[in-house]
């Protein structure tokens, strides 16, 4: 009885075209057909946001979505975030000098919650970058860091556009825009 | 936790769906998919039929009409949110919305998933009680239109046929000199509201109030319209002498509800706590524009 | 008391002295150096393992507390698409059909419980596992395990630790005589002597409930059997990977050399994850049996089931004081709800009681430990390991004394405080290490002033009193805590220099997070002259190290950080005698810069360490001149000689608005001395982590059971974790009170955010009810029971009606 059904998505500018399973989950998708074990799964209930990414730029809940809905659409996961040098991204680069990872098993969603809100605001107060993340659960840094890495990402990308602000819309993250 | 076996059906257009909810047996519709599909994980619920709505864009919009603002079932919450004609006609709205959920849940989340699911905590039937919401459904057989107040059948079940559905809602926007506050008490930003309050009000030419729309969620299965504070409010300045009275009608109440984490004493006085300090923050708005 | 040191204490080495590093890699904040791969989603968690042919389980488990099992039919359930086979505990090898082992054992425990492998007859709680489904996919493993039926005989389930210990209470396991798993009864001293001659008593009875860890990832094995050598390896999101090894050698009857853990990335710990459970058993066994690689991932609804957790206490406790407020001496009767089964003994609730003391002198100590069996979930260490409790009881309790007494809150701790000329200070009580408490290093006085000074607490009374005068509740609390960690009996490391000239570290400590990888490449850098780009740390791999213990507990700094440091000096000894030897000149003559070795007077004669690492792999047949060994390497295995005691203080001040029974923290600072700190900045994230741990105690998390012993709380929107908006950013002060006990000095510093917290939260609440007269002494004090004291109180009655 169980159908697959053909999907055609793009994942962090590559398109796909697959058979999918249609009680699959996208989370379970992008890690188990894609192999992009990058997005993680921590609840299957849509609380902890570990599974978070970008589909058509906005934030959803990978663990939430059937792989099937995603089809026609952009999704961009953690693997899509950094520059295409493979080098970190700026978001990336301020977690890292901010300390705002320990297990790492939160950090994707939390970096593509960040991705999108800074998208969308480029000087964000601290209670905005608190509030972005009340979604996204962490049992080991406190968030603190994480909000700091936001706030310095935050600085550099307004940095970085008063200097050439075409390059810096590219520089929220992959494949985002 | 992977849901059990369904057959997903995808239509593209409303009648496509109506055909489907005419003739399948232990159907879910899918709509934002952000209660419906946890509750699938859990294995909770088990439909045979999964008809997912999320193509069918004739569903989705918003658009005044006349001294309406129309939303269709599917907009998403976040659509909705950040909407500047939503802002400008029912400011309730967004700021309801801004303790709805987290950003994430919004994004894909619709206000007719929200209003079908009926969770008593949701913060979305609140505002469409306190705005007088009208809900279109819609079946093979033709339309109708239900009136929030007689949206919920039973706990957690809305007064729709097997064979409808629900296409838009209709909420009645107050006129631009009125005064407004949704709050609610949460554990967390972002939590189901233990008890939330939505409040409208407009003051005449002497301050004194005229009209009031007090709603209250978190208390009974269905969203609790204080129409008899409501009543009692006519006509009355918005100063300390109607704060007991808030106090007294919803001491009054006869019923409200209670689980195993919150007791309906403290429902109770939270809901006195939230619906006095929301008309005192919406008195204050409605005096800032008189 | 005299210290006599066995070794040396750290100290830069001599080699690098002459300014030739611009940089001292231990102490510094020096950035991660796993995040690279982590920030880009390239980290290996258990699930990520790409294994070909994997296979995946399902387990089906006990939804009755207590019951007997009378049949199962999986005769549907095998016909199921994508079934491979279906396990019951007949088709176990004979070494799985015994229960488990207690991984702590203790002659305290007159009744072992332990879980089985799968069920054989009678469950004990909701959750315990009574088949294991392997299919083609995870969901196929649910299908066939929703259509096995099980015929249960429900037994009465013992649901309150306090109830399970009448004589009319069931009991959890139908062969046992009682539900008492322990009664540990110590102490010293006099204590009718000391309580009669007491100018005043104090008692009260204090509850505290915590749940469970909640790291974001749970549990997780994998395991592939290899038929042309024998080999299992098991891949595991665990915290322990020779306790695991051990463990499953016994359970398959397994060769030693031919299994192996590996322990990749894991996405928090913080103790369940230390345990060997059924589940890992059960995924081993299946890949040999079924000859191809099985995984079974815990969903979270399993983990709020299975995963160890803590719960219920109870604390009655009584100080006997003098009329000054001098302690003479403290009883205590301790009832700690163990859950159905002790896979790590007795010793989280030991800890606890063992911690009463803290930093005061408590001259006489009585204390009557009940650990009691219930038909729930097994209880074990969750981060602050049964200390959380203890300092709330002890910190609650001389906040009464000083009510009582009308003394300052902060007065009545100084005159009780171990004092810096009493160091080291034997407090009185064996510790769970089996050795004397004895407090190394540490100055509680003054640990208690810089926390008190950065909170303003001398200022507070008029920020409350203004407050007040505008309708708000404001308060302020603070507690202190001891914490022993470093914890033996040891954690090894190797060094190697590898033939290419980079440097190996091998270690069994088991990271989850705590940054293990960096500061091992800081100590060993510091030891080699490299850079740490120049070194590569592998833990966890039970082949690449014969032994080892675990990351818990916050012991790995202190073990194998020592034995990182150990190996890596003795590794640069080596390097310089061969280098002498090489280059001919004397060992002081040399120095060790960024992999090579060069007489100072005379750069140009050099050897690089890929040059001696070749050498000193030996040629056939040619013997090492005296003074030179094979290999450039090393294994040290440091064995502290007992625990590391440190210590900190907490100061909440918060807003209560009494009408939700909701807090907000408005400040938070704390103190905290974990002696000589290898990398600061992750220190730092400990702490600030941690102390969300403690927030999550003091108002949020609470494990809930029914009657019938049916966990309630079982999703995250029932049982609440604390998120960004419920943790403020913690202020922090440190001291530095460097321990003799191992040569770096330092001590743990993963859990001392956590201890303290909900006394220190509960404190502030209570100080913001001032004038109610209210002593509160439960944790979690959540809002709608804050709400109910306050309103059998009298309080809303006493309150104008609610202000707009």
Same mark, same amino acid.
């Given at each position: 009885?169980?159908?697959?059904?053909?999907?055609?998505?793009?994942?962090?500018?590559?398109?796909?075209?697959?058979?999918?399973?249609?009680?699959?989950?996208?989370?379970?998708?992008?890690?188990?057909?894609?192999?992009?074990?990058?997005?993680?799964?921590?609840?299957?209930?849509?609380?902890?946001?570990?599974?978070?990414?970008?589909?058509?730029?906005?934030?959803?809940?990978?663990?939430?979505?059937?792989?099937?809905?995603?089809?026609?659409?952009?999704?961009?996961?953690?693997?899509?975030?950094?520059?295409?040098?493979?080098?970190?991204?700026?978001?990336?680069?301020?977690?890292?000098?901010?300390?705002?990872?320990?297990?790492?098993?939160?950090?994707?969603?939390?970096?593509?919650?960040?991705?999108?809100?800074?998208?969308?605001?480029?000087?964000?107060?601290?209670?905005?970058?608190?509030?972005?993340?009340?979604?996204?659960?962490?049992?080991?840094?406190?968030?603190?860091?994480?909000?700091?890495?936001?706030?310095?990402?935050?600085?550099?990308?307004?940095?970085?556009?008063?200097?050439?602000?075409?390059?810096?819309?590219?520089?929220?993250?992959?494949?985002?825009? | 936790?992977?849901?059990?076996?369904?057959?997903?059906?995808?239509?593209?257009?409303?009648?496509?769906?109506?055909?489907?909810?005419?003739?399948?047996?232990?159907?879910?519709?899918?709509?934002?998919?952000?209660?419906?599909?946890?509750?699938?994980?859990?294995?909770?619920?088990?439909?045979?039929?999964?008809?997912?709505?999320?193509?069918?864009?004739?569903?989705?919009?918003?658009?005044?009409?006349?001294?309406?603002?129309?939303?269709?079932?599917?907009?998403?919450?976040?659509?909705?949110?950040?909407?500047?004609?939503?802002?400008?006609?029912?400011?309730?709205?967004?700021?309801?919305?801004?303790?709805?959920?987290?950003?994430?849940?919004?994004?894909?989340?619709?206000?007719?998933?929200?209003?079908?699911?009926?969770?008593?905590?949701?913060?979305?039937?609140?505002?469409?009680?306190?705005?007088?919401?009208?809900?279109?459904?819609?079946?093979?057989?033709?339309?109708?239109?239900?009136?929030?107040?007689?949206?919920?059948?039973?706990?957690?079940?809305?007064?729709?046929?097997?064979?409808?559905?629900?296409?838009?809602?209709?909420?009645?926007?107050?006129?631009?000199?009125?005064?407004?506050?949704?709050?609610?008490?949460?554990?967390?930003?972002?939590?189901?509201?233990?008890?939330?309050?939505?409040?409208?009000?407009?003051?005449?030419?002497?301050?004194?109030?005229?009209?009031?729309?007090?709603?209250?969620?978190?208390?009974?299965?269905?969203?609790?319209?204080?129409?008899?504070?409501?009543?009692?409010?006519?006509?009355?300045?918005?100063?300390?002498?109607?704060?007991?009275?808030?106090?007294?009608?919803?001491?009054?109440?006869?019923?409200?509800?209670?689980?195993?984490?919150?007791?309906?004493?403290?429902?109770?006085?939270?809901?006195?706590?939230?619906?006095?300090?929301?008309?005192?923050?919406?008195?204050?708005?409605?005096?800032?524009?008189? | 008391?005299?210290?006599?040191?066995?070794?040396?204490?750290?100290?830069?080495?001599?080699?690098?002295?002459?300014?030739?590093?611009?940089?001292?890699?231990?102490?510094?904040?020096?950035?991660?150096?796993?995040?690279?791969?982590?920030?880009?989603?390239?980290?290996?968690?258990?699930?990520?393992?790409?294994?070909?042919?994997?296979?995946?389980?399902?387990?089906?488990?006990?939804?009755?507390?207590?019951?007997?099992?009378?049949?199962?039919?999986?005769?549907?359930?095998?016909?199921?698409?994508?079934?491979?086979?279906?396990?019951?505990?007949?088709?176990?090898?004979?070494?799985?059909?015994?229960?488990?082992?207690?991984?702590?054992?203790?002659?305290?425990?007159?009744?072992?419980?332990?879980?089985?492998?799968?069920?054989?007859?009678?469950?004990?709680?909701?959750?315990?596992?009574?088949?294991?489904?392997?299919?083609?996919?995870?969901?196929?493993?649910?299908?066939?395990?929703?259509?096995?039926?099980?015929?249960?005989?429900?037994?009465?389930?013992?649901?309150?630790?306090?109830?399970?210990?009448?004589?009319?209470?069931?009991?959890?396991?139908?062969?046992?005589?009682?539900?008492?798993?322990?009664?540990?009864?110590?102490?010293?001293?006099?204590?009718?002597?000391?309580?009669?001659?007491?100018?005043?008593?104090?008692?009260?009875?204090?509850?505290?409930?915590?749940?469970?860890?909640?790291?974001?990832?749970?549990?997780?094995?994998?395991?592939?059997?290899?038929?042309?050598?024998?080999?299992?390896?098991?891949?595991?999101?665990?915290?322990?990977?020779?306790?695991?090894?051990?463990?499953?050698?016994?359970?398959?009857?397994?060769?030693?050399?031919?299994?192996?853990?590996?322990?990749?990335?894991?996405?928090? %710990?913080? !103790?369940?994850?230390?345990?060997?459970?059924?589940? /890992?058993?059960?995924?081993?066994?299946? $890949? =040999?049996? @079924? +000859?191809?690689?099985?995984?079974?991932?815990?969903?979270?609804?399993?983990?709020?089931?299975?995963?160890?957790?803590?719960?219920?206490?109870?604390?009655?406790?009584?100080?006997?004081?003098?009329?000054?407020?001098?302690?003479?001496?403290?009883?205590?009767?301790?009832?700690?709800?163990?859950?159905?089964?002790?896979?790590?003994?007795?010793?989280?609730?030991?800890?606890?009681?063992?911690?009463?003391?803290?930093?005061?002198?408590?001259?006489?100590?009585?204390?009557?430990?009940?650990?009691?069996?219930?038909?729930?979930?097994?209880?074990?260490?969750?981060? %602050?390991? !049964?200390?959380?409790?203890?300092?709330?009881?002890? /910190?609650?309790?001389?906040?009464?004394? $000083? =009510?009582? @007494? +009308?003394?300052?809150?902060?007065?009545?701790?100084?005159?009780?405080?171990?004092?810096?000329?009493?160091?080291?200070?034997?407090?009185?009580?064996?510790?769970?290490?089996?050795?004397?408490?004895?407090?190394?290093?540490?100055?509680?006085?003054?640990?208690?002033?810089?926390?008190?000074?950065?909170?303003?607490?001398?200022?507070?009374?008029?920020?409350?009193?203004?407050?007040?005068?505008?309708?708000?509740?404001?308060?302020?609390?603070?507690?202190?805590?001891?914490?022993?960690?470093?914890?033996?009996?040891?954690?090894?490391?190797?060094?190697?220099?590898?033939?290419? !000239?980079?440097?190996?570290?091998?270690?069994?400590?088991?990271?989850?997070?705590?940054?293990?990888?960096?500061?091992?490449?800081?100590?060993?850098?510091?030891?080699?002259?490299?850079?740490?780009?120049?070194?590569?740390?592998?833990?966890?791999?039970?082949?690449?190290?014969?032994?080892?213990?675990?990351?818990?507990?916050?012991?790995?700094?202190?073990?194998?950080?020592?034995?990182?440091?150990?190996?890596?000096?003795?590794?640069?000894?080596?390097?310089?005698?061969?280098?002498?030897?090489?280059?001919?000149?004397?060992?002081?003559?040399?120095?060790?810069?960024?992999?090579?070795?060069?007489?100072?007077?005379?750069?140009?004669?050099?050897?690089?360490?890929?040059?001696?690492?070749?050498?000193?792999?030996?040629?056939?047949?040619?013997?090492?001149?005296?003074?030179?060994?094979?290999?450039?390497?090393?294994?040290?295995?440091?064995?502290?000689?007992?625990?590391?005691?440190?210590?900190?203080?907490?100061?909440?001040?918060?807003?209560?608005?009494?009408?939700?029974?909701?807090?907000?923290?408005?400040?938070?600072?704390?103190?905290?001395?974990?002696?000589?700190?290898?990398?600061?900045?992750?220190?730092?994230?400990?702490?600030?982590?941690?102390?969300?741990?403690?927030?999550?105690?003091?108002?949020?998390?609470?494990?809930?059971?029914?009657?019938?012993?049916?966990?309630?709380?079982?999703?995250?929107?029932?049982?609440?974790?604390?998120?960004?908006?419920?943790?403020?950013?913690?202020?922090?002060?440190?001291?530095?009170?460097?321990?003799?006990?191992?040569?770096?000095?330092?001590?743990?510093?993963?859990?001392?955010?956590?201890?303290?917290?909900?006394?220190?939260?509960?404190?502030?609440?209570?100080?913001?009810?001032?004038?109610?007269?209210?002593?509160?002494?439960?944790?979690?004090?959540?809002?709608?029971?804050?709400?109910?004291?306050?309103?059998?109180?009298?309080?809303?009655?006493?309150?104008?009606?609610?202000?707009?």
């Amino acid at each position: 009885m169980q159908e697959d059904i053909q999907i055609h998505l793009t994942v962090n500018g590559k398109p796909h075209d697959c058979s999918v399973s249609t009680r699959k989950s996208l989370a379970d998708f992008l890690r188990q057909d894609l192999k992009l074990t990058g997005t993680h799964v921590g609840c299957e209930h849509g609380v902890c946001g570990a599974c978070t990414v970008l589909v058509n730029h906005q934030t959803a809940r990978a663990c939430l979505m059937l792989a099937v809905q995603a089809d026609q659409c952009e999704v961009t996961t953690v693997e899509g975030l950094a520059n295409a040098d493979q080098t970190l991204s700026v978001l990336q680069q301020a977690f890292k000098e901010s300390h705002a990872l320990q297990c790492g098993f939160c950090t994707p969603g939390m970096l593509t919650t960040l991705t999108e809100l800074l998208a969308e605001n480029l000087n964000p107060t601290e209670d905005e970058v608190r509030e972005a993340i009340t979604g996204n659960l962490c049992r080991c840094t406190g968030y603190q860091p994480i909000i700091q890495a936001g706030l310095l990402a935050a600085q550099r990308l307004r940095a970085l556009g008063e200097q050439a602000p075409a390059q810096a819309s590219t520089l929220t993250g992959g494949s985002t825009r | 936790m992977k849901p059990a076996r369904f057959q997903y059906h995808r239509p593209t257009q409303l009648h496509e769906a109506l055909e489907m909810v005419a003739t399948l047996q232990n159907y879910k519709i899918l709509a934002g998919g952000q209660s419906l599909m946890p509750m699938m994980n859990f294995r909770f619920v088990m439909p045979d039929h999964v008809i997912d709505m999320n193509r069918v864009s004739e569903l989705s919009g918003i658009h005044e009409d006349p001294g309406r603002l129309v939303i269709g079932a599917m907009t998403r919450q976040h659509d909705i949110h950040r909407s500047a004609l939503v802002a400008k006609l029912c400011p309730l709205v967004p700021e309801a919305y801004d303790q709805v959920s987290h950003r994430q849940i919004r994004n894909r989340g619709t206000l007719g998933g929200s209003l079908c699911h009926l969770d008593p905590a949701s913060e979305q039937p609140c505002f469409t009680s306190a705005l007088d919401g009208e809900i279109q459904v819609q079946s093979l057989k033709g339309q109708r239109t239900i009136s929030i107040h007689d949206w919920t059948q039973m706990y957690m079940t809305p007064a729709l046929e097997s064979d409808e559905i629900m296409t838009r809602v209709t909420l009645k926007p107050w006129a631009q000199n009125h005064g407004w506050s949704f709050l609610e008490y949460a554990r967390r930003h972002g939590d189901y509201a233990i008890v939330g309050v939505a409040v409208l009000v407009a003051l005449d030419a002497s301050q004194q109030i005229e009209r009031v729309s007090i709603s209250l969620c978190g208390v009974a299965a269905a969203p609790l319209r204080l129409s008899a504070l409501e009543s009692s409010l006519l006509g009355q300045r918005g100063d300390d002498r109607i704060f007991p009275e808030v106090h007294q009608h919803i001491e009054a109440i006869e019923e409200i509800m209670h689980d195993s984490y919150n007791s309906s004493t403290y429902r109770r006085h939270l809901a006195q706590t939230l619906t006095a300090r929301a008309l005192g923050i919406a008195l204050k708005r409605a005096l800032m524009v008189h | 008391m005299s210290v006599t040191r066995t070794f040396e204490a750290y100290a830069p080495p001599s080699s690098l002295s002459d300014n030739e590093r611009p940089q001292q890699y231990i102490g510094s904040p020096v950035q991660r150096t796993e995040d690279d791969a982590l920030l880009q989603g390239l980290g290996q968690y258990v699930d990520d393992l790409k294994l070909e042919g994997v296979l995946h389980a399902a387990v089906l488990r006990s939804p009755h507390a207590h019951a007997t099992i009378d049949a199962i039919d999986t005769s549907a359930a095998r016909l199921m698409p994508g079934v491979v086979k279906i396990y019951l505990y007949d088709d176990l090898p004979e070494s799985a059909k015994k229960r488990l082992p207690v991984l702590v054992p203790n002659p305290a425990i007159k009744q072992v419980m332990t879980q089985e492998v799968l069920a054989s007859r009678e469950v004990l709680c909701v959750g315990d596992p009574v088949a294991f489904v392997v299919a083609t996919q995870r969901c196929l493993a649910e299908d066939a395990c929703d259509a096995i039926v099980v015929e249960y005989q429900v037994l009465p389930a013992v649901a309150d630790c306090l109830h399970a210990l009448q004589a009319s209470s069931p009991t959890i396991h139908s062969d046992i005589a009682s539900n008492m798993a322990a009664n540990v009864k110590m102490g010293f001293g006099d204590i009718g002597d000391a309580f009669a001659k007491a100018a005043h008593r104090v008692r009260d009875t204090f509850w505290i409930n915590r749940g469970s860890a909640h790291p974001m990832e749970t549990r997780g094995y994998a395991a592939r059997f290899d038929p042309a050598t024998g080999d299992l390896c098991v891949w595991s999101s665990g915290q322990t990977p020779h306790l695991e090894k051990k463990n499953l050698i016994d359970v398959l009857a397994w060769h030693p050399e031919k299994l192996r853990v590996i322990i990749n990335d894991v996405g928090g %710990g913080f !103790g369940p994850k230390v345990m060997f459970y059924p589940e /890992e058993a059960l995924v081993a066994h299946a $890949a =040999h049996d @079924l +000859g191809q690689p099985v995984k079974w991932i815990e969903d979270r609804r399993e983990h709020f089931y299975t995963a160890t957790q803590e719960r219920d206490q109870w604390w009655d406790m009584e100080l006997a004081l003098t009329a000054e407020g001098k302690i003479l001496g403290l009883k205590l009767i301790m009832t700690h709800d163990n859950g159905a089964y002790l896979p790590w003994g007795i010793i989280m609730p030991y800890i606890g009681v063992t911690t009463t003391p803290g930093p005061y002198v408590i001259p006489c100590i009585d204390v009557d430990l009940r650990v009691v069996y219930t038909n729930k979930n097994a209880t074990s260490p969750v981060r %602050g390991a !049964g200390r959380p409790q203890a300092v709330f009881a002890m /910190e609650r309790i001389m906040d009464k004394v $000083a =009510h009582t @007494l +009308g003394m300052d809150r902060a007065r009545i701790r100084e005159i009780n405080f171990v004092q810096t000329e009493q160091m080291p200070y034997n407090n009185g009580f064996i510790y769970r290490d089996g050795k004397p408490m004895v407090y190394d290093t540490g100055d509680y006085p003054q640990c208690q002033a810089l926390a008190l000074e950065l909170a303003d607490y001398e200022n507070f009374p008029t920020r409350q009193a203004a407050a007040r005068q505008a309708g708000r509740y404001v308060g302020i609390g603070f507690a202190n805590f001891v914490e022993g960690t470093g914890l033996g009996p040891f954690e090894g490391a190797t060094v190697r220099i590898q033939q290419d !000239g980079r440097v190996t570290v091998l270690t069994a400590a088991c990271p989850q997070g705590q940054g293990h990888k960096t500061i091992f490449a800081q100590i060993c850098a510091d030891q080699l002259g490299v850079p740490m780009s120049m070194i590569d740390v592998i833990t966890a791999d039970t082949s690449t190290i014969s032994m080892g213990i675990g990351t818990f507990a916050s012991r790995i700094t202190a073990t194998a950080g020592n034995s990182v440091y150990l190996a890596g000096k003795s590794v640069r000894d080596k390097v310089l005698a061969l280098g002498a030897f090489l280059l001919q000149a004397t060992p002081e003559d040399l120095t060790l810069r960024d992999g090579v070795c060069f007489v100072k007077s005379n750069p140009a004669l050099s050897k690089t360490f890929a040059e001696l690492a070749r050498v000193s792999q030996g040629m056939p047949g040619f013997s090492f001149p005296p003074g030179v060994t094979n290999g450039l390497e090393d294994t040290q295995y440091f064995s502290p000689s007992q625990s590391t005691y440190c210590n900190g203080t907490a100061v909440a001040e918060i807003e209560l608005d009494t009408d939700t029974g909701q807090i907000k923290i408005i400040r938070y600072c704390m103190s905290h001395d974990s002696g000589n700190l290898i990398n600061p900045l992750l220190v730092d994230g400990q702490i600030q982590g941690s102390i969300a741990h403690g927030i999550g105690n003091a108002t949020l998390e609470w494990m809930r059971y029914d009657e019938q012993a049916q966990p309630i709380s079982t999703n995250f929107a029932e049982y609440l974790l604390p998120t960004s908006t419920d943790v403020p950013h913690a202020q922090l002060v440190h001291l530095s009170s460097p321990t003799y006990l191992n040569p770096l000095g330092v001590k743990g510093a993963g859990e001392g955010g956590t201890i303290p917290a909900a006394a220190a939260i509960v404190s502030a609440i209570e100080n913001a009810l001032t004038g109610t007269g209210l002593f509160l002494k439960e944790a979690p004090l959540t809002p709608p029971r804050l709400f109910e004291i306050l309103h059998e109180s009298g309080f809303f009655k006493a309150v104008h009606a609610p202000r707009a």
